[in-house]
């Protein structure tokens, strides 16, 4: 696994980089922590790009780097929904929505249970799922210092 730090919007890929898998999102854990997980326990190199938002007492700056890419993505019609997170393969799969993510690296690296301790499995990371959305909102809401 790569990782970037990005704190521009020309910085934001619109492709993957070194034809690797390319998965894209704020620098914190959030929405894209289970797809980061997956990738990792399916041995897959990829480039976890994080982008930084910025100070969210500065209006002006905050998030901007997205906004800047954002519109490109869409404009270029590269992405359908563009939104965080996102993730590229090849020149034809790009997807967004973390859900829609996971279980698209689940599914190609055989990572959804077949059995029922698997299954058992599966539901717990359902569970840790809505843990992890507790501290999530928590972060959106004050910060990470509310954590």
Do not use: C
Not at 49 to 66: H, L, M, N
Not at 124 to 129: A, D, G, H, P
């Amino acid at each position: 696994m790569t990782v970037l730090s990005i704190t521009k919007a020309e910085e934001i890929p619109l492709a993957p980089i070194d034809g690797k898998p390319t998965l894209v999102y704020w620098n914190s854990a959030g929405w894209s922590n289970p797809i980061r997980l997956a990738l990792t326990v399916a041995n897959v190199d990829f480039v976890d790009v994080r982008i930084e938002a910025g100070d969210p007492s500065d209006s002006a700056s905050y998030k901007q780097a997205w906004m800047g890419a954002k519109l490109v993505l869409e404009s270029r019609g590269i992405l359908e929904f563009p939104n965080l997170p996102y993730y590229m393969e090849r020149e034809s799969v790009y997807l967004v929505q973390s859900e829609a993510i996971f279980r698209y690296v689940g599914r190609k690296y055989n990572l959804f249970p077949t059995s029922m301790p698997e299954h058992r499995f599966m539901m717990l990371s359902e569970e840790l799922r809505d843990y992890d959305g507790y501290f999530i909102s928590q972060s959106y809401v004050g910060g990470p210092e509310a954590i």
